[in-house]
């Protein structure tokens, strides 16, 4: 049997004989929700164009679809059944809706909508349509229409639609986010934001021509930006419990998968490399894409971030301040970190509030929340890294951040090396070109000494498998400040950073090292390793002295 990749068209895959993963479950679940408009948001490519694909054929009066459904789920269910081939459904996506300015995003937009008019054409043969509706259809369709037209577009299409059929009509509308967030990228955010906002009101609120309006995007972009009108849309995020299994591969789901192409000796890989995320309350999703490329491939690679656009992500880390790089070094070393996370996230709250990071983070499926407690508008979660997937993606922006500094991995394993071998002129030296390289007087602040040692982690983070970094754990009487561990040889060194105020950098590496020896953070240590190395490091602006027991 054929895999699907990078198909996303329901029929193509049912009448091709690729393999499905039975996800027709969510046509039920929405005829049972009451809510008439609908956002679900979810990673890209986790399945949100073939559901809504899928969702497409069942309800539409086209033809008769039925056949695409025998054997699944949905088929024989009695309350799905009366729905099955009812409706006109106006399907359109904007997943192409990107570009350098508004004009040209603009462009795109407006071919997508004249190219869902053209599905209808026939509508301006119908005797139930007025003249100046047929007018109107036209100016879209040959996209000759005002701006102002093609905000009413979608909203005017479900009217005639309704006109023609006497029927109630079923809106899809796919990534209704990106030109929001190519806005936001490049620069035109309002302008985005103000013409979807106009087009979604018009089509959602209080169109009595719809039987069910549904939305997907990535973002549950902020009420004021978009839906400030829309108090009829019901929101469902990575965080609620409905529809938490349809999108993504479950645990379950994986497996048969593997034993149907078999390969379930393959189980601990694949999940190593693509399991760990957490829909509501659904746990062990795996995210498809790279599962299916898996199988495809036999060998497991960073297939969703290598087609995803990670430049905002990427952007936002290395633009970020000290404090959010030490976080990110702590998640990389498989730490979980605990974060409020606002639920209706805007784009440009990043600019102005550094915590927003978090929520685009997790919408985004670069982390996913562990635990979460939803309190009004926000949740407190535990957020980590799913998989190894993406450790593989935030290792490899730290290693572009200290490329751009002129240093390399290499470098970082040299380093850790003389602290090993307890070479502390060699440390001092190369420590020391780093600090020169790398370290304006200006960053430091009051603040010097976490900034030295998110510094020192960030550095840390490109490591790779070999090494095992932890900070700020509790450890006899306190908290170190870095331990790197060796996976391969039974080997740790411990490191605690001070700043050198008025007292020379001798004399308070000497501090340092003496507060790991009265602290004995060590103790949890020499249950796994044998040999421990302990580093006081004193620094004071771009010079450091080492000292080493």
């Not at 795996?286 to 690679?301: C, E, F, G, R, T």
Request: aromatic share 12%; hydrophobic share 40%; with cysteine.
């Amino acid at each position: 049997m054929l895999l699907p990749s990078g198909i996303d068209d329901f029929k193509t895959i049912i009448e091709g004989n690729y393999y499905y993963v039975d996800k027709t479950g969510l046509i039920k679940d929405l005829l049972l929700d009451g809510a008439n408009a609908i956002l679900i948001t979810r990673p890209r490519r986790f399945g949100k164009s073939l559901n809504f694909s899928m969702i497409k054929y069942f309800f539409s009066n086209e033809k008769d679809y039925s056949y695409l459904f025998k054997g699944m789920k949905i088929y024989n269910d009695p309350i799905a059944s009366k729905h099955m081939n009812k409706y006109p459904v106006i399907h359109i996506t904007f997943k192409d809706a990107k570009a350098n300015s508004w004009e040209d995003t603009f462009e795109v937009l407006k071919s997508a909508i004249s190219k869902e008019y053209d599905k209808f054409s026939y509508l301006l043969e119908s005797e139930k349509l007025k003249d100046h509706h047929k007018k109107y259809f036209l100016k879209i369709l040959q996209k000759e229409a005002e701006p102002a037209d093609y905000r009413e577009s979608l909203s005017n299409l479900s009217y005639y639609l309704e006109i023609h059929f006497q029927s109630k009509v079923i809106l899809l509308i796919d990534e209704y986010d990106v030109p929001i967030e190519s806005g936001y990228v490049n620069g035109y955010y309002e302008k985005a934001v103000d013409f979807m906002r106009g087009m979604l009101t018009a089509a959602l609120k209080g169109n009595t021509s719809l039987f069910k309006g549904l939305l997907t995007g990535v973002y549950r972009v902020a009420k004021e930006d978009i839906f400030s009108g829309l108090n009829n849309l019901v929101v469902y995020t990575v965080l609620d419990d409905f529809y938490s299994s349809y999108f993504g591969f479950t645990d379950d789901e994986v497996k048969k998968m593997l034993s149907d192409f078999n390969m379930l000796d393959r189980y601990e890989e694949i999940k190593e490399w693509y399991n760990g995320y957490k829909f509501g309350n659904t746990d062990g999703i795996y995210n498809p894409w790279s599962v299916i490329n898996y199988i495809s491939l036999k060998q497991p690679q960073a297939f969703w971030v290598n087609t995803s656009s990670n430049d905002l992500i990427r952007n936002l880390i290395v633009k970020s301040s000290t404090d959010i790089k030490e976080q990110i070094s702590k998640l990389i070393s498989g730490e979980v970190i605990e974060k409020d996370i606002k639920i209706s996230t805007a784009l440009r709250d990043i600019t102005y509030d550094k915590e927003a990071i978090w929520s685009l983070f997790l919408f985004a499926g670069y982390l996913t929340a562990q635990e979460k407690s939803i309190k009004g508008l926000k949740a407190y979660c535990k957020l980590l890294i799913p998989n190894r997937e993406l450790k593989e993606l935030y290792v490899d922006i730290f290693e572009t951040w200290l490329k751009s500094m002129n240093l390399e991995p290499n470098s970082v394993e040299r380093l850790i090396e003389h602290l090993f071998s307890q070479d502390e002129k060699a440390f001092e030296k190369e420590f020391n070109e780093i600090l020169i390289k790398v370290l304006s007087y200006h960053m430091l602040g009051n603040e010097a000494e976490r900034v030295y040692q998110a510094f020192v982690l960030g550095m840390l983070s490109v490591l790779g498998d070999r090494f095992e970094v932890k900070s700020e754990k509790e450890s006899g009487f306190g908290r170190y400040d870095v331990v790197v561990i060796d996976k391969k040889i039974p080997r740790a060194v411990i490191m605690e950073f001070k700043v050198a105020d008025d007292e020379d950098l001798e004399k308070t590496a000497l501090k340092a090292l003496e507060q790991i020896e009265e602290k004995r953070y060590e103790v949890d240590l020499k249950e796994r390793v044998s040999n421990i190395v302990k580093a006081g490091i004193a620094l004071k602006g771009k010079r450091c002295r080492c000292k080493i027991v």
